[in-house]
């Protein structure tokens, strides 16, 4: 799963890295939580435009938003038939940058998990991919949100976590961001483990471990 993530790189380098207009408003964060609003990435017309989203999707037939607290994470192998997810999966799909990821090691003969800090090796922004979902609440408040596919632990997540999030290549950006594309086939082979030779993980503080800690030291490595 993908319960916590860190967003840190400065919105210019964002805006260039993912070709959409920059968002200034954006600052630092080192420990991005769920219901809470994040950005993403996605096509309008013929543009990329950032966009803020909640973090836990919200499906459009839902009574009530509470539900987005279950929903921050869809399953690769099963997204494209599940009622929350099936909607959003053929018409709305998104990008999700972050600086890297968190993930806690269960430690065996123990109730302690260790928590550990996932990053691309080139330390370059990683993109999520991504469902966004608009929802209309009775009382009529609009309402944009957003969940984090995720698949099965590559090599270098395994000794950690069983789960880790769907990180796309650029190459295939272009792909699962078209609107237009149909193909859930071709869409769900997308959907695949990270190769394990281009990402580092290290231990880090169990400060990450409380919300409220967002600090640049939850994601530096233990002494």
């Known amino acids: 799963m993908c319960g916590r993530f860190a967003l840190y790189s400065d919105p210019f380098t964002l805006a260039k890295q993912f070709k959409a207009e920059a968002l200034p408003e954006l600052r630092p964060r080192y420990n991005v939580a769920p219901s809470q609003n994040i950005p993403i990435v996605r096509e309008e017309g013929e543009k990329r435009r950032f966009a803020l989203a909640r973090w836990g999707l919200i499906p459009h037939w839902a009574k009530d938003a509470k539900i987005g607290y279950k929903m921050i994470n869809a ?26 990821y968190y993930e806690w090691q269960a430690i065996a003969g123990t109730k302690t998990k260790q928590p550990w800090f996932m990053v691309l090796k080139d330390r370059e922004p990683m993109a999520f991919a991504g469902l966004w979902e608009q929802w209309r609440s009775p009382e009529g408040e609009e309402l944009e949100s957003c969940s984090i596919i995720v698949t099965e ?7 950690i976590h069983d789960r880790m999030p769907v990180i796309l290549a650029p190459g295939d950006w272009d792909a699962w961001l078209e609107p237009d ?19 580092a993980a290290w231990p880090v503080s169990t400060k990450v471990n409380s919300p409220r800690n967002d600090l640049v030291e939850c994601v530096e490595a233990l002494g």
């Not at 632990?153 to 000794?159: C, F, L, Q």
């Open 75 to 100: 399953r690769a192998e099963t997204v494209a038939e599940k009622p929350a997810f099936r909607n959003a999966f053929k018409h709305r799909r998104c990008l999700i940058p972050a600086d890297g």
């Open 153 to 159: 632990a590559n090599e270098i997540m395994r000794p």
């Open 181 to 199: 594309a149909q193909d859930t086939q071709a869409l769900q082979a997308l959907l695949k483990p990270y190769p394990a030779e281009g990402m």
